[in-house]
C-alpha cells in the first residue's frame, strides 16, 4: 500500500497509510493525543476527525485547548439539543442552529409553545444520548438525496435548494435517530459534551426577515468541564446584579427619560458627585503632571469642521443645524456642528499664541462634554451614549518628545487603573486602508508608539488596520472582576491635524516647525468609566468615591440631636455624610443604608451620646465595634480627595 504524508504544525513531516484519516494520525502521534482529538484543521479547514488526507497536507488536530474548540462542541451540543426536542416534541421543523459566543442556538417550528419546564424534560434527554455517547456519522448526498431525507423539513428544503444554486456540496450529519443538513465539523461523539444547560427561549423571525414566520429559537450553552459550566453561570448571575443600569437606578445615579431621546443620561445628585469627584481627583493629579484646564465651546461654524476633517470623515456621528445670522426677510444661514471631539478647540488654543520649542511640551486638557450620534438601538446604558463627557488632553510637542509624552500618558494609564485595582493590556492599532499622510509619517508615529511601550516593558499585541485615520493608536483594555475586556483609554499620535491648522512652533534656529500632537483620553468616557466600575465594583465604589460615604443612625429620636452633631463634624472634615432621620426600627435603616451600599453606619444611642463615641457598622462586613468620634473623623479625612 501506498504512503502519504502530511505536515504538522511544528514543520515536521508524518508518513501515513494512504486513505488515512486524522484521527489515524492522531493515533499514529500517541494514545494519548487520539483521546484528546475532537476534529482536525487540513490546510487551514476545520474538518471531522473521520476525515481522510490527502498527501501534503498540512494537518493541525484540534483538541480541547484548541481556539476552535469550543464553537465545535457548542455546535454539536445543537445537533444534540435538536435530536431531543424531537423525542420529546414529536413533529418539529428545525431551521438552523449555529454556535454564538458563550453557547449555540437552534431556530425550529415546534407544534406547541415551549415553556421554561420543559427545559428540564429536554436536558434529561439530552443527557441520555451524551451518556450513551452516540456517534456524529457524516455522509455526503445529492440534491436528490437530500430532498428525499429532508422532505418533510420545508425550512431545510429551502436550504438544500439554496446550497445547490451555490453549487455547495450536501453533506448530512446523523446522530441515532436524528438526521440534520450541515456542514459539520462536529466532535466524534456526543459525549465529549462535559456539562451543558438550555438557557433561555425567544421568538426569532426564520432567517432573520421580518416577513418570514417566527420561529422558536432555544438557546443553549455547553462546555468541556462542568466547573466552566458553573463559573460561566455565576458570571452571568453576577453580571446581571452588577448591570449598572438596575445599579444605576438603586444607587441614584443616573436617570433616562423617553422623550428626552435615547442614550441621554440625565444624573441624579448622587451620580453628579460621584462625576464631580473623578475629576477632581484627576484634575490634581493632571495639574500636577504639567496639564493645563482648558474650556471650549460645545459647538463650533462648520468650516472648523472641514478644516479638522471630521466634515469628510466623521459627519454621520455629529449633530448639525442652522443659524440664521441675517433677517427673516433675508436669512443667512450658518451651519454648525455640536462637538463629537475636542480635538479642534484645542488646536484653536494653541494657535492663539505664537510658541517656541523652549515651552514645548503644551499640555492641554479639558473635561469636554461631546455628542456623537449613536443609532438608537445601539445605545446601552452609561456604556454607549449620545452625550458624554470626555477626561481629553491633548500634547503638542517636538518630535525628540514624543516618546517621553507617551510614556508620561501611560503613567496616567497606571495611575488609573492602579486606582481602582483593574488590570489591563495594550494593543497598537496601525494604519487603516482609508487613511491620510505618507507612508513614512505613519511608520514614524507607530515607532513612537512602540518604543514607549517597549521602554516600559509594557507587552502590547498589534491591531493591523484599526488605527484613526490620522494617526495609530495604543488602546489600553481593562479586565473587570468578571474577566470582562473594556476598551478605555487611547493614546493617539497625529501628525494630520497640526498640518490641517497649520500650527507651528519657533525652533533654536528660529524657524518655523510643526510639532506633534498626542490625543489621550484615560478615563475615555467618565461616564462611561463609572458604568464600568460599579460593575466591576458590584456598586461599593471606594470610600473615596461613594456618593454617601456615611449614614448615620440615631437609635431613638432622642439621639437625633447628637446624631446630627456627629454628622456636623464629618462634613467639616469634607465628609458626605446623612442622618437617618426616619422614624421607623433601626434594623430597617441599616438595611436600606447597606441597599444603597453606603461604606459607613454609625449608630448612636445613649452610650455613644455619652462617650463622644460612635457605633460602626461596616458595608457587608457588619458591627465593627465603637470608636471615638474623633478616630472616626480621621479615617473621612483621609479619604478627602
Ligand atoms: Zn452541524
Ligand atoms: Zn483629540
Known amino acids: 500500500m501506498s504512503n502519504i504524508s502530511v505536515k504538522l504544525p511544528d514543520g515536521s513531516a508524518r508518513e501515513l497509510e494512504a486513505g488515512a484519516t486524522v484521527a489515524d494520525l492522531a493515533s499514529s502521534i500517541g494514545a494519548g493525543l487520539a483521546r484528546a482529538a475532537l476534529a482536525g484543521k487540513v490546510n487551514g479547514v476545520l474538518v471531522d476527525l473521520s476525515c481522510a488526507l490527502e498527501d501534503g497536507a498540512e494537518v493541525e488536530i484540534?483538541?480541547?485547548?484548541?481556539?476552535?474548540?469550543?464553537?465545535?462542541?457548542?455546535?454539536?451540543?445543537?445537533?444534540?439539543?435538536?435530536?431531543a426536542v424531537q423525542h420529546v416534541f414529536g413533529e418539529v421543523e428545525f431551521g438552523i442552529g449555529p454556535s454564538i459566543e458563550d453557547g449555540f442556538y437552534y431556530d425550529m417550528k415546534l407544534p406547541r409553545a415551549i415553556s421554561p419546564d420543559d427545559f428540564e424534560t429536554i436536558e434529561a434527554e439530552m443527557a441520555k444520548i451524551i451518556a450513551a455517547d452516540e456517534q456524529f456519522v457524516r455522509e455526503g448526498v445529492t440534491l436528490d438525496q437530500a430532498r428525499e431525507i429532508f422532505a418533510a423539513q420545508p425550512l431545510k428544503l429551502e436550504l438544500i435548494e439554496e446550497y445547490a444554486a451555490e453549487g455547495r456540496d450536501l453533506s448530512i450529519y446523523r446522530l441515532g435517530d436524528f438526521c440534520d443538513l450541515c456542514a459539520g465539523p462536529h466532535i466524534p461523539s456526543a459525549g465529549k459534551i462535559a456539562s451543558f444547560k438550555i438557557m433561555k427561549t425567544a421568538g426569532a423571525y426564520w432567517r432573520g426577515d421580518a416577513e418570514n414566520e417566527m420561529l422558536t429559537r432555544l438557546y443553549g450553552t455547553a462546555w468541556f468541564a462542568k466547573k466552566d459550566l458553573e463559573q460561566y453561570l455565576f458570571r452571568i448571575e453576577e453580571a446581571e446584579k452588577r448591570d449598572h443600569r438596575k445599579l444605576g437606578r438603586d444607587l441614584g445615579i443616573y436617570t433616562m427619560f423617553e422623550e428626552a431621546g435615547p442614550g441621554l443620561p440625565l444624573y441624579l445628585p448622587a451620580g453628579a458627585r460621584v462625576i464631580r469627584l473623578m475629576q477632581e481627583w484627576l484634575r490634581k493629579e493632571l495639574y500636577r503632571r504639567g496639564y493645563e484646564e482648558v474650556i471650549t465651546p460645545h459647538i463650533y461654524k462648520s468650516d472648523v469642521w472641514k478644516t479638522s476633517g471630521h466634515y469628510g470623515f466623521y459627519k454621520d456621528n455629529m449633530y448639525f443645524f442652522n443659524i440664521n445670522e441675517g433677517t427673516e426677510e433675508e436669512p443667512r444661514l450658518s451651519e454648525f456642528g455640536v462637538k463629537p471631539m475636542n480635538c479642534p478647540g484645542h488646536v484653536l488654543l494653541y494657535k492663539n499664541d505664537i510658541h517656541s520649542y523652549r515651552e514645548m511640551p503644551i499640555r492641554f486638557f479639558e473635561f469636554g462634554t461631546v455628542y456623537r450620534h449613536e443609532l438608537s438601538g445601539a445605545v446601552h446604558g452609561l456604556f454607549r451614549a449620545r452625550g458624554f463627557t470626555q477626561d481629553d488632553a491633548h500634547v503638542f510637542c517636538r518630535e525628540d518628545q514624543v516618546i517621553d509624552e507617551i510614556e508620561s500618558i501611560m503613567d496616567v494609564v497606571d495611575l488609573i487603573m492602579g486606582t481602582f485595582d483593574l488590570e489591563y493590556h495594550c494593543e497598537i492599532s496601525t494604519r487603516p486602508d482609508e487613511s491620510i499622510g505618507t507612508d513614512e509619517m505613519w511608520e514614524k508615529a507607530e515607532s513612537f508608539l512602540r518604543q514607549a511601550l517597549e521602554r516600559r516593558g509594557v507587552d502590547y499585541e498589534i491591531n493591523p488596520k484599526d488605527g484613526a485615520f490620522y494617526g495609530p493608536k495604543i488602546d489600553v483594555k481593562v479586565k473587570d472582576s468578571l474577566g470582562r475586556t473594556w476598551q478605555c483609554s487611547t493614546i493617539q499620535v497625529d501628525f494630520n491635524l497640526p498640518e490641517r491648522f497649520d500650527i507651528t512652533y519657533r525652533t533654536a534656529e528660529n524657524?518655523?516647525?510643526?510639532?506633534?500632537?498626542?490625543?489621550?483620553?484615560?478615563?475615555?468616557?467618565?461616564?462611561?468609566?463609572?458604568?464600568?466600575?460599579?460593575?466591576?465594583?458590584?456598586?461599593?465604589?471606594?470610600?473615596?468615591?461613594?456618593?454617601?460615604?456615611?449614614?448615620?443612625?440615631?437609635?431613638?429620636?432622642?439621639?437625633?440631636?447628637?446624631?446630627?452633631?456627629?454628622?456636623?463634624?464629618?462634613?467639616?472634615?469634607?465628609?458626605?455624610?446623612?442622618?437617618?432621620?426616619?422614624?421607623?426600627?433601626?434594623?430597617?435603616?441599616?438595611?436600606?443604608?447597606?441597599?444603597?451600599?453606603?461604606?459607613?453606619?454609625?449608630?448612636?444611642?445613649?452610650?455613644?451620646?455619652?462617650?463622644?463615641?460612635?457605633?460602626?457598622?461596616?458595608?457587608?462586613?457588619?458591627?465593627?465595634?465603637?470608636?471615638?468620634?474623633?478616630?472616626?473623623?480621621k479615617i473621612i479625612e483621609d479619604a478627602r480627595v
Not at 476552535?68 to 454539536?76: F, K, Q, V, W, Y
Not at 439621639?559 to 456636623?568: I, K, M, Q, R, T
Open 511 to 633: 524657524s518655523e516647525a510643526r510639532p506633534w500632537m498626542l490625543h489621550r483620553a484615560i478615563f475615555g468616557s467618565i461616564e462611561r468609566f463609572l458604568g464600568i466600575l460599579i460593575e466591576h465594583t458590584a456598586g461599593n465604589l471606594p470610600l473615596w468615591l461613594a456618593p454617601t460615604q456615611v449614614e448615620i443612625i440615631p437609635i431613638a429620636d432622642r439621639h437625633l440631636e447628637y446624631a446630627n452633631e456627629v454628622a456636623a463634624q464629618l462634613r467639616a472634615a469634607g465628609g458626605r455624610v446623612e442622618v437617618a432621620t426616619q422614624s421607623e426600627p433601626m434594623r430597617a435603616k441599616i438595611a436600606r443604608a447597606e441597599a444603597r451600599k453606603v461604606p459607613y453606619m454609625l449608630v448612636v444611642g445613649d452610650k455613644e451620646a455619652e462617650n463622644k463615641q460612635v457605633s460602626v457598622r461596616e458595608h457587608s462586613e457588619g458591627d465593627k465595634g465603637m470608636m471615638d468620634l474623633d478616630a472616626f473623623v
Open 62 to 83: 484540534i483538541t480541547k485547548k484548541s481556539a476552535e474548540a469550543l464553537d465545535i462542541l457548542r455546535h454539536s451540543c445543537a445537533h444534540v439539543m435538536a435530536a
